[in-house]
């Protein structure tokens, strides 16, 4: 599997040409623009002009007229033709990196599962624990992946060994335990145990008898 900062670096760089493409085709847009509106204005023109006139000309001069109008509808349609084809193509340019990035980001995750990257009791699964950030969350990785990655101090951390979330976690049952969140290999475990689970530090009030307090 690709480095996470390998990947994005190269997928950073495969958006270079983007911006200078965008710009050259909304410019051959805007210039599509101005001749769709040009011959509409003359196509226009000859039809007052025809209006006005047409009493006054001879039967060949109107169908010359009549032709030189239609002549000016189709370059206005022509025009506008071309300007919604560079704009579908556009699109696509765009929307190709948008089905790259979705295409890699579904492998990623699949591959991060395989590896006990992804579970559902982790801080990001679907299945929202009571008392954990949401905002700044970001996929779960490996161990190695997290080596691999500066560190970001706007990162929330988790866990006695106060890390980022990575690999496999499981959270605390106490619903006043200050951590929440721990990584399996930091309270030795290799599989989510079966019913509820304290924390070391949970554990003896846990034990104690009576209603526990709960988390307003």
């Not at 493409?21 to 007052?48: G, P």
């Not at 579970?119 to 990001?124: G, I, M, R, Y």
């Not at 599989?191 to 530090?201: D, E, N, S, T, V």
Request: charged share 30%.
């Amino acid at each position: 599997m690709i480095s996470s900062v390998l990947y994005l670096e190269q997928f950073i760089e495969s958006l270079d040409p983007l911006p200078g493409e965008l710009a050259k085709s909304f410019k051959d847009m805007r210039e599509m623009d101005v001749k769709v509106e040009q011959q509409k204005a003359l196509a226009e023109n000859m039809t007052n002009d025809y209006n006005k006139r047409a009493h006054e000309m001879a039967e060949k001069e109107m169908r010359d007229h009549v032709k030189q109008i239609e002549a000016a509808w189709q370059n206005a349609a022509k025009w506008q033709d071309e300007k919604v084809s560079l704009a579908t193509a556009t699109y696509e340019m765009v929307d190709k990196h948008i089905r790259r990035l979705d295409s890699d980001l579904s492998r990623f995750e699949s591959e991060l599962a395989e590896r006990g990257g992804l579970d559902s009791a982790s801080p990001t699964s679907d299945k929202r624990k009571r008392g954990r950030p949401e905002e700044g969350e970001n996929y779960q990785l490996a161990a190695q992946d997290v080596l691999d990655m500066p560190v970001d101090p706007n990162e929330p951390t988790y866990c006695s060994c106060h890390q980022v979330s990575y690999g496999e976690m499981i959270g605390c049952d106490n619903p006043d335990c200050p951590i929440e969140w721990f990584h399996f290999g930091c309270v030795g475990l290799v599989q989510k145990p079966k019913g509820k689970w304290y924390c070391a530090r949970c554990k003896p009030q846990a034990a104690e008898p009576g209603p526990k307090k709960k988390k307003k």
